[in-house]
């Protein structure tokens, strides 16, 4: 068991009933993050998306992402992050850059049709993301993922794919590594 799992279940078990997040005038509990982040974990590795497997997401300041984060960086998946803000043109052409076998978003981020038509093109098994803690995460109908299509499905080691800026050309993704982020928060923690 990796570190960053021990830290996340460790800190999730301290009081289950304990407001954890804030959102929107709204708190969650640190049992319904575990509850939620667990489910997230049992619903990729049902979908044979187990550790080391790429997970597009498309990044959005919501409440819903905490569970997903915690469900990826403790089983070992890769976050391969996309800016869900950005506009439908230039998102539909970095879905199917990035190329990662799963793309997570919520509800209205599947309702962009070129979002969608992206997704297809990729190959990619889409995912909506939901508040409900017990069942968080469920899958589009419509986009089972083609195997066949992706070509990097794993980034063994990898806890975070991230875009450059792009200032100087254009963007490229570059790896976060599971050690050094977690490194990086066990640092935070002692400090």
Do not use: H
């Amino acid at each position: 068991m990796s570190k960053l799992k021990t830290m996340i279940e460790g800190v999730l078990a301290i009081d289950p009933t304990a407001p954890s997040v804030e959102f929107a005038g709204q708190w969650r509990s640190w049992g319904e993050i575990d509850r939620a982040m667990r489910s997230i974990d049992a619903a990729l590795s049902a979908a044979s998306f187990g550790g080391d497997v790429r997970i597009g997401t498309l990044m959005r300041n919501s409440i819903e992402f905490v569970p997903l984060l915690l469900a990826l960086f403790s089983s070992g998946r890769c976050l391969a992050t996309l800016n869900a803000v950005s506009p439908s043109d230039k998102l539909a052409a970095d879905i199917e850059n990035a190329a990662a076998p799963v793309l997570v978003g919520l509800p209205q981020d599947w309702e962009r049709p070129e979002i969608r038509e992206a997704a297809r093109r990729a190959g990619v098994a889409g995912f909506v993301l939901g508040a409900d803690p017990d069942a968080p995460l469920s899958t589009l109908a419509d986009l089972p993922g083609e195997p066949g299509k992706i070509a990097k499905r794993e980034a063994p080691g990898v806890a975070i794919e991230m875009l450059t800026s792009g200032t100087t050309g254009t963007p490229k993704r570059i790896p976060l590594l599971a050690r050094n982020l977690e490194q990086a928060l066990l640092s935070a923690a002692a400090y």
